[in-house]
């Protein structure tokens, strides 16, 4: 689906549902944009969220919306729902850095016993489970690029370790319910996403250089700048995510874009599309921070027919202009 998906008007989401979606974290970044597209494909979407890093703005155009129904709830306690759910996709958890490092313990309890509740929604539904997990599995890669056989390089006691393991936790657990209930699982593996939504001080790396650069102060760089990273657009993981829905497979996908950029490079076309004054400035490296990020996207091209089309600099421009017209910069 084309970057004007953001656009759809209110009159697309009228159709009769015959397929509900649960969406847990359906107020985050990622899963909001999963619940408009839900309901653009006609699915009645019951949105789960408790606010820890999700936002109210983000879905307050769907709450009129009669197929939209939002629930304010910590997916941590059991999910009580009692209609019919054919699908449970399981978005909920802190992403970025700074929000995982203030929140470690939230962290590692969403991963585990939100997904357990998730999943045992899902089996008593006898609904699809959906499992966002994440590249961070990998930990620092002695692989590159990090193909979905390859089992990590993390570290579980270092300060990233509550999400890194939390997420690789919920990867086992939902696979022993596929075996043992034989649910119906998918897990995705997602690599850096940027895009509108996201919020400038969350702690990644695309809205940090944002709000810096349109501030006009120096990039903070961390280590050398040479550590890569592949960026992936929201509408391209959006579409990726709904073709593994449907997709007969219970494997873990990758889905992220396989072109790699440094962080240098990164900061200095921040730098060119804001016109921004910013140099900049280079600091030590964060404990654990991965050198290597790029996934190897082959299990979605042959299985899910799926490649990122929106490239990195018309993906930061769109970002860019976002952020310019809501928020207020020196």
Known sequence: ???????????????????????????GFIGSYLCERLRYQGFRVICLDNFITGRMENIRHLLKDRHFLFIRHNVTQFIPIKEKVDFVLHFASPASPGDYLKYPIQTLKVGSLGTHNALGLAKEKKATFLLASTSEVYGDPLVHPQPESYWGHVNPIGIRGCYDESKRFAEAITMAYHRVHRIDTKIIRIFNTYGPRMRIHDGRVVPNFIYQALSHKNLTVYGRGTQTRSFCYIDDLIEGIFRVMHARTNSPINLGNPKEFTILELARLIIRLTGSKSKITFKPLPQDDPRQRNPDISRARKVLKWLPQIELEEGLSLTIGWFAQRKRFP
């Open 1 to 27: 689906m084309s970057i004007k998906m953001r656009k759809i008007k209110k009159s697309s989401y009228c159709k009769l549902p015959k397929l509900t979606a649960v969406v847990t974290g359906g107020a």
